[in-house]
Protein backbone atom coordinates (compact mmCIF):
# COMPACT_ATOMS: atom_id res chain seq x y z
CA UNK A 1 0.00 0.00 0.00
CA UNK A 2 1.11 3.26 -0.85
CA UNK A 3 -0.73 4.59 2.27
CA UNK A 4 -1.75 8.29 1.95
CA UNK A 5 -0.11 10.08 -1.54
CA UNK A 6 0.20 14.09 -2.00
CA UNK A 7 0.33 15.91 -5.09
CA UNK A 8 2.59 18.45 -5.81
CA UNK A 9 4.80 18.64 -2.77
CA UNK A 10 5.69 22.25 -3.73
CA UNK A 11 3.60 24.75 -5.61
CA UNK A 12 4.45 28.70 -5.88
CA UNK A 13 0.96 30.47 -7.07
CA UNK A 14 0.53 34.07 -7.80
CA UNK A 15 -1.94 35.99 -5.83
CA UNK A 16 -5.48 35.71 -7.47
CA UNK A 17 -4.51 32.25 -9.35
CA UNK A 18 -6.77 29.00 -8.52
CA UNK A 19 -4.96 25.06 -7.77
CA UNK A 20 -5.77 22.51 -6.90
CA UNK A 21 -4.10 20.21 -3.89
CA UNK A 22 -4.60 16.03 -4.81
CA UNK A 23 -4.88 13.52 -1.83
CA UNK A 24 -4.90 9.69 -2.96
CA UNK A 25 -5.22 7.15 -0.02
CA UNK A 26 -5.39 3.35 -1.36
CA UNK A 27 -6.52 2.10 2.65
CA UNK A 28 -10.18 2.06 1.39
CA UNK A 29 -11.19 4.93 4.24
CA UNK A 30 -14.39 6.53 5.04
CA UNK A 31 -12.68 9.19 6.71
CA UNK A 32 -10.37 11.91 4.72
CA UNK A 33 -9.11 15.05 6.03
CA UNK A 34 -7.14 18.36 5.22
CA UNK A 35 -5.03 20.48 7.49
CA UNK A 36 -2.98 23.33 7.32
CA UNK A 37 0.29 23.74 9.34
CA UNK A 38 1.35 26.81 10.15
CA UNK A 39 4.49 27.31 12.29
CA UNK A 40 3.88 27.30 16.09
CA UNK A 41 -0.03 26.78 15.16
CA UNK A 42 -0.10 23.31 14.96
CA UNK A 43 -2.83 21.65 12.66
CA UNK A 44 -6.09 23.26 11.59
CA UNK A 45 -8.77 21.15 9.81
CA UNK A 46 -9.91 22.81 6.91
CA UNK A 47 -12.60 20.73 5.57
CA UNK A 48 -13.50 17.11 5.99
CA UNK A 49 -15.35 13.90 4.81
CA UNK A 50 -16.75 10.74 6.15
CA UNK A 51 -17.73 9.26 2.63
CA UNK A 52 -17.86 9.43 -1.22
CA UNK A 53 -20.50 12.60 -1.44
CA UNK A 54 -20.04 13.90 1.72
CA UNK A 55 -18.13 16.94 3.00
CA UNK A 56 -18.15 19.59 5.57
CA UNK A 57 -16.48 22.30 7.04
CA UNK A 58 -13.65 22.58 9.79
CA UNK A 59 -12.44 25.41 11.72
CA UNK A 60 -10.51 27.41 8.96
CA UNK A 61 -12.37 26.21 5.31
CA UNK A 62 -12.40 30.37 4.02
CA UNK A 63 -11.29 30.62 0.63
CA UNK A 64 -11.35 26.61 0.18
CA UNK A 65 -13.62 23.95 -1.15
CA UNK A 66 -13.09 20.39 -1.68
CA UNK A 67 -15.29 17.21 -3.37
CA UNK A 68 -15.19 13.30 -2.74
CA UNK A 69 -16.29 11.89 -5.83
CA UNK A 70 -14.59 8.29 -4.85
CA UNK A 71 -13.41 7.10 -2.03
CA UNK A 72 -10.01 7.07 -2.69
CA UNK A 73 -9.65 11.16 -3.94
CA UNK A 74 -10.25 14.03 -1.87
CA UNK A 75 -8.97 17.18 -3.44
CA UNK A 76 -8.61 20.37 -2.64
CA UNK A 77 -9.18 23.59 -4.39
CA UNK A 78 -7.70 26.97 -3.69
CA UNK A 79 -9.97 29.58 -5.49
CA UNK A 80 -8.56 33.12 -6.14
CA UNK A 81 -4.99 32.51 -3.82
CA UNK A 82 -3.77 35.01 -0.99
CA UNK A 83 -0.71 35.20 1.03
CA UNK A 84 -2.33 33.87 3.69
CA UNK A 85 -2.82 30.74 2.37
CA UNK A 86 0.83 30.16 1.89
CA UNK A 87 1.03 26.87 4.32
CA UNK A 88 1.94 23.35 4.21
CA UNK A 89 -1.38 21.49 3.39
CA UNK A 90 -1.65 17.62 4.93
CA UNK A 91 -4.39 15.37 3.78
CA UNK A 92 -4.92 12.19 5.78
CA UNK A 93 -7.54 9.49 6.47
CA UNK A 94 -8.63 6.92 8.93
CA UNK A 95 -11.12 4.06 9.11
CA UNK A 96 -14.57 4.28 10.32
CA UNK A 97 -14.24 3.60 14.19
CA UNK A 98 -12.90 6.79 16.54
CA UNK A 99 -10.68 4.30 18.03
CA UNK A 100 -8.47 4.82 14.80
CA UNK A 101 -5.60 6.23 13.57
CA UNK A 102 -5.37 8.87 11.10
CA UNK A 103 -2.49 7.94 8.41
CA UNK A 104 -0.72 11.10 7.29
CA UNK A 105 0.31 12.62 3.65
CA UNK A 106 3.71 13.61 3.19
CA UNK A 107 2.02 17.67 2.53
CA UNK A 108 2.14 19.94 0.09
CA UNK A 109 4.21 22.96 0.53
CA UNK A 110 2.40 25.99 -1.18
CA UNK A 111 3.89 29.58 -1.23
CA UNK A 112 1.17 32.12 -2.47
CA UNK A 113 3.40 35.35 -3.98
CA UNK B 1 -16.00 21.93 23.07
CA UNK B 2 -12.45 19.96 23.06
CA UNK B 3 -9.46 21.33 23.30
CA UNK B 4 -5.28 20.17 23.78
CA UNK B 5 -3.10 22.24 25.45
CA UNK B 6 1.18 21.94 24.69
CA UNK B 7 2.38 24.28 27.58
CA UNK B 8 5.68 24.12 25.90
CA UNK B 9 6.89 25.03 23.06
CA UNK B 10 10.21 23.53 23.21
CA UNK B 11 11.83 21.19 25.72
CA UNK B 12 15.65 20.43 25.43
CA UNK B 13 17.03 17.33 26.98
CA UNK B 14 20.44 15.98 27.15
CA UNK B 15 20.78 12.28 24.90
CA UNK B 16 20.95 9.32 27.77
CA UNK B 17 18.42 11.75 30.07
CA UNK B 18 14.90 10.63 30.47
CA UNK B 19 12.21 13.16 28.99
CA UNK B 20 8.98 14.25 28.90
CA UNK B 21 6.61 16.13 26.68
CA UNK B 22 3.20 17.65 28.66
CA UNK B 23 -0.13 17.43 27.11
CA UNK B 24 -3.20 18.55 28.59
CA UNK B 25 -6.73 18.01 27.00
CA UNK B 26 -10.81 19.02 27.28
CA UNK B 27 -13.42 17.03 26.27
CA UNK B 28 -17.06 16.99 26.69
CA UNK B 29 -16.79 12.81 27.22
CA UNK B 30 -13.99 10.27 27.82
CA UNK B 31 -11.85 10.93 25.34
CA UNK B 32 -9.11 8.90 22.98
CA UNK B 33 -5.94 10.27 22.95
CA UNK B 34 -3.06 10.60 20.41
CA UNK B 35 0.81 11.24 20.20
CA UNK B 36 2.54 12.03 16.78
CA UNK B 37 5.84 13.12 15.66
CA UNK B 38 6.71 15.06 12.97
CA UNK B 39 10.26 14.78 11.39
CA UNK B 40 11.28 17.78 9.45
CA UNK B 41 9.97 17.82 5.44
CA UNK B 42 7.60 14.59 6.63
CA UNK B 43 3.94 14.55 7.55
CA UNK B 44 2.91 13.03 10.82
CA UNK B 45 3.35 9.56 12.06
CA UNK B 46 1.50 8.37 14.85
CA UNK B 47 3.70 7.06 17.66
CA UNK B 48 0.89 5.84 20.63
CA UNK B 49 -3.13 6.14 21.61
CA UNK B 50 -4.77 5.96 24.17
CA UNK B 51 -8.30 4.27 24.38
CA UNK B 52 -9.30 2.73 27.80
CA UNK B 53 -7.71 0.60 30.00
CA UNK B 54 -4.26 1.08 31.55
CA UNK B 55 -3.28 4.25 32.31
CA UNK B 56 0.58 3.95 31.13
CA UNK B 57 0.29 3.44 27.12
CA UNK B 58 3.53 1.80 25.38
CA UNK B 59 4.27 2.96 21.36
CA UNK B 60 6.68 3.17 19.26
CA UNK B 61 10.72 4.11 19.44
CA UNK B 62 10.38 3.45 23.23
CA UNK B 63 8.01 6.34 23.94
CA UNK B 64 5.06 6.00 26.59
CA UNK B 65 2.30 8.06 27.72
CA UNK B 66 0.58 8.48 30.98
CA UNK B 67 -2.82 9.08 31.20
CA UNK B 68 -4.03 10.93 34.24
CA UNK B 69 -8.43 11.47 34.26
CA UNK B 70 -8.24 13.68 37.26
CA UNK B 71 -5.86 15.94 35.82
CA UNK B 72 -6.88 15.65 32.19
CA UNK B 73 -3.52 14.96 31.26
CA UNK B 74 -1.69 12.46 28.66
CA UNK B 75 1.92 13.07 28.73
CA UNK B 76 4.93 11.42 26.85
CA UNK B 77 7.67 9.85 28.24
CA UNK B 78 11.03 7.80 27.44
CA UNK B 79 13.60 6.59 29.89
CA UNK B 80 16.36 7.56 28.01
CA UNK B 81 16.54 10.12 24.60
CA UNK B 82 18.53 10.13 21.93
CA UNK B 83 19.51 12.46 19.45
CA UNK B 84 17.35 11.11 16.63
CA UNK B 85 14.09 11.68 18.99
CA UNK B 86 14.23 15.34 18.04
CA UNK B 87 11.28 16.03 16.04
CA UNK B 88 8.17 17.79 16.62
CA UNK B 89 5.58 16.09 18.37
CA UNK B 90 1.69 16.44 18.62
CA UNK B 91 -1.09 15.70 20.79
CA UNK B 92 -4.47 14.70 19.85
CA UNK B 93 -7.48 14.38 21.14
CA UNK B 94 -10.98 12.71 19.54
CA UNK B 95 -14.39 12.34 21.43
CA UNK B 96 -15.22 8.82 22.12
CA UNK B 97 -18.86 9.41 21.65
CA UNK B 98 -17.44 9.31 17.87
CA UNK B 99 -16.72 12.42 16.55
CA UNK B 100 -15.34 13.11 13.64
CA UNK B 101 -13.08 15.15 14.10
CA UNK B 102 -9.71 15.16 15.94
CA UNK B 103 -8.08 18.28 17.64
CA UNK B 104 -3.90 18.77 17.34
CA UNK B 105 -2.25 20.34 20.21
CA UNK B 106 0.13 23.42 18.70
CA UNK B 107 3.40 21.19 18.63
CA UNK B 108 6.27 20.84 21.20
CA UNK B 109 9.31 20.72 19.69
CA UNK B 110 11.76 18.63 21.67
CA UNK B 111 15.79 19.19 21.35
CA UNK B 112 18.24 16.11 22.32
CA UNK B 113 21.84 17.12 22.53
CA UNK B 114 24.44 14.81 22.42
Known amino acids: NAGVTQTPKFHILKIGQSMTLQCTQDMNHNYMYWYRQDPGMGLKLIYY???????DKGEVPNGYNVSRSTTEDFPLRLELAAPSQTSVYFC????????????FGPGTRLLVL | AQSVAQPEDQVNVAEGNPLTVKCTYSVSGNPYLFWYVQYPNRGLQFLLKYITGDNLVKGSYGFEAEFNKSQTSFHLKKPSALVSDSALYFC????????????FGAGTRLFVKA
Open chain 1, 49 to 55: SVGAGIT
Open chain 2, 92 to 103: AVRDQTGGFKTI
Open chain 1, 92 to 103: ASRATGAIETQY
